[in-house]
T-cell receptor, first 111, second 111 residues
Framework: QQPVQSPQAVILREGEDAVINCSSS?????VHWYRQKHGEAPVFLMI?????EQKGHEKISASFNEKKQQSSLYLTASQLSYSGTYFC????????????FGSGTQLTVLP | NAGVTQTPKFQVLKTGQSMTLQCAQD?????MYWYRQDPGMGLRLIYY???????DKGEVPNGYNVSRLNKREFSLRLESAAPSQTSVYFC??????????FGPGTRLTVL
């Protein structure tokens, strides 16, 4: 089942902060975050694993609430280059190691 | 080090025609994936290959077949294209549930 992302879209001024949320109805093993610019391929940002391990972009932070099956991506002091669509991908565990992606959050950073 | 490459970049087909989308990765990854992305939507998994010699259905496999030719290559075949298969197709590879690296995509139009 597809995770739910919120908000669907957000517009910021350069330097402002934003939070993007991802919620699943399934027990999760990991949450992955990707950013996609128009006409390009998705690019990896973060992985958050059950148990607290995380790795990814040094200027972006995220959290994973295992009890609530929720993850949040925190974009602080946003830059123009942060504009794009952000997707969370959730992994329910098991041997499949496949991701189910949300429908995305479109972030626009204005000068 | 090219990462993940896909061919062709663009394709126009008539209803009922067949074609094969090619994907290759040079990162020695075990897992490979095929996704489709429709306008304003997230990525939906068509098929994946957890390791060489294995393939499994994803969320939307109908109308598609795949072949994991070797560890590097994973192809997607449309046997009889339909307008509903108009989409952008992305191939990705990863190492056992780790970061997925995406190819540049194939933009397919079925008339």
């Amino acid at each position: 089942q597809q995770p739910v992302q919120s908000p669907q879209a957000v517009i910021l001024r350069e330097g402002e902060d934003a939070v993007i949320n991802c919620s699943s109805s399934k027990a999760l093993y990991s949450v992955h975050w990707y950013r996609q610019k128009h006409g390009e391929a998705p690019v990896f940002l973060m992985i958050l694993l059950k148990g607290g391990e995380q790795k990814g972009h040094e200027k972006i932070s995220a959290s994973f609430n295992e009890k609530k099956q929720q993850s949040s991506l925190y974009l602080t002091a946003s830059q123009l280059s942060y504009s794009g669509t952000y997707f969370c991908g959730t992994e329910a565990g098991g041997s499949a190691r496949q991701l189910t992606f949300g429908s995305g959050t479109q972030l626009t950073v204005l000068p | 080090n090219a990462g993940v490459t896909q061919t062709p970049k663009f394709q126009v087909l008539k209803t009922g025609q067949s074609m094969t989308l090619q994907c290759a990765q040079d990162m020695n990854h075990n897992s490979m994936y095929w996704y489709r992305q429709d306008p304003g939507m997230g990525l939906r998994l068509i098929y994946y290959s957890a390791s060489e010699g294995t393939t499994d259905k994803g969320e939307v496999p109908n109308g598609y077949n795949v072949s994991r030719l070797n560890k590097r290559e994973f192809s997607l075949r449309l046997e009889s294209a339909a307008p509903s298969q108009t989409s952008v197709y992305f191939c990705a590879s990863s190492e056992f549930g780790d970061t997925q690296y995406f190819g540049p995509g194939t933009r397919l139009t079925v008339l």
